[in-house]
């Protein structure tokens, strides 16, 4: 008789997997920017990383694993903004915010009708990436004209061409070994020809989180 039941075994691996990938790829995002990088933008591992977990296993493991990534994320890089007054000012949980909407984004993206296609886990990274950035976009130019601070605001047109489409292509590489690690050395292990498998039908009630 096991002293540790099958689903608490799964549950710990879980936690175990998901922290040393979180680890490591914040790590290498942060330590590397430069090689991960194309026409001024960089390819953002932990926000890709966070889509497809979602996409993959589910509600909760995208929406835990993004507000803890985007914890680390806020750790390592805060974003700065100019204040009301004037004043560059440091945020707190944007990134935390940020991920967390993305992993659950990630989550519900035709991942029943498609079954949680692995070549159309592709295409949710690249409609949540485009979703972040058209936000993102929005959200700076309503605060600069809030703070009056419109002088290296880019146009929407310079935003396309040299922030949205290189970012996608970045996104979409760096998609290609995280879903690779996701299927084969990821948070849940996908058996026999169907890769179908009793914890991730059980993704949707959380109950990995009841460790």
Not at 87 to 110: D, M, Q, Y
Request: aromatic share 12%; glycine share 10%; net charge positive.
């Amino acid at each position: 008789m096991s002293l540790v039941h099958a689903n608490t075994k799964a549950r710990i691996r879980k936690i175990v997997v998901y922290a040393v990938y979180i680890i490591l790829l914040s790590s290498l995002q942060v330590s590397f920017p430069d090689k991960l990088g194309f026409a001024g933008q960089t390819a953002d591992l932990m926000f890709v990383f966070v889509i497809l977990s979602g996409y993959f296993n589910g509600f909760w493991d995208g929406a835990v694993v993004g507000f803890v990534a985007g914890l680390v994320r806020d750790v390592f890089s805060p974003p700065a903004i100019v204040g009301l007054d004037g004043e560059v000012r440091v945020t707190a949980f944007i990134g935390a915010l940020s991920l967390f909407a993305a992993g659950i984004a990630g989550s519900a993206f035709f991942t029943k009708r498609m079954h949680r296609n692995v070549p159309f886990s592709i295409v949710a990274v690249l409609f949540v990436t485009t979703c972040y950035k058209v936000l993102g976009f929005l959200l700076i130019l309503g605060w600069s004209s809030l703070t009056d601070a419109k002088g290296g605001l880019y146009s929407p047109l310079t935003a396309l061409i040299y922030s949205l489409l290189p970012q996608l292509l970045l996104n979409a590489i760096a998609a290609i070994p995280l879903i690779l690690l996701l299927r084969f050395l990821g948070p849940v292990s996908f058996r026999g020809g169907s890769h179908r498998d009793e914890i991730v039908e059980k993704q949707g009630e959380g109950s990995w989180l009841e460790i």
